[in-house]
T-cell receptor, first 114, second 117 residues
């Protein structure tokens, strides 16, 4: 069964460093999302992406964040200068579109900023 | 603004007991979708069910059932004869469904279900 895959599963980075989280959405899906879950808290929407551009972003998604679909298969989230409070589980999700509303999530990348 | 409330932070039951996880939502949209996701200890989010706001029929899938009531803005999830392997955090979520919607999800805080042997 097709699935969303994320790499790496765990990333440790020093405060101030740039980090790129990678996702490969399900191949025939058109809508892509990043969500964040700070440890023990709820899952929060960061950004949605469709037709090679951001369609919506939350207040969390400030200038330190960017997304890209560089090659038609990968979907990346970049954090330019990480802060301690960026430590969280980051989930990528994709949705087929055309009336299909279920988002399928990857297994997540746990980002630890030290 | 959309909001999902899962008032039960943690529930602990003994295997084979029935358990109901509560979910109450708020939205101004007349058309919306409700979801349940499961997050096992391994951390991934597993889709369980989607319900359209126009469809108030209850759904049963094996030992799982969902009770959607628009009058009380609730979408509760019941596991019958719970099993230890079903120990996980369960999230209720809501998305708008109007034209051009991104269907972004608003999650509740989750309920940690522990099923003890």
């Amino acid at each position: 069964e097709p699935e969303v895959t994320q790499t790496p599963s765990h990333q440790v980075t020093q405060m101030g460093q740039e980090v790129i989280l990678r996702c490969v959405p399900i191949s025939n899906h058109l809508y892509f999302y990043w969500y964040r879950q700070i440890l023990g808290q709820k899952v929060e929407f960061l950004v949605s992406f469709y037709n090679n551009e951001i369609s919506e972003k939350s207040e969390i998604f400030d200038d330190q964040f960017s997304v890209e679909r560089p090659d038609g298969s990968n979907f990346t989230l970049k954090i330019r200068s990480t802060k301690l409070e960026d430590s969280a589980m980051y989930f990528c999700a994709s949705r087929k579109g055309q009336g299909n509303t279920e988002a399928f999530f990857g297994q997540g990348t746990r980002l630890t900023v030290v | 603004a959309q909001k999902v409330t899962q008032a039960q932070t943690e529930i602990s039951v003994v295997e084979k007991e029935d358990v109901t996880l509560d979910c109450v939502y708020e939205t101004r949209d007349t058309t919306y979708y409700l979801f349940w996701y499961k997050q096992p200890p391994s951390g991934e989010l597993v889709f369980l069910i989607r319900r359209n706001s126009f469809d108030e029929q209850n759904e049963i899938s094996g030992r799982y059932s969902w009770n959607f009531q628009k009058s009380t803005s609730s979408f509760n999830f019941t596991i019958t004869a719970s099993q230890v392997v079903e120990s996980a955090v369960y999230f209720c979520a809501l998305s708008e469904a109007r034209g051009g919607s991104n269907y972004k999800l608003t999650f509740g805080k989750g309920t940690l279900l522990t099923v003890n042997p």
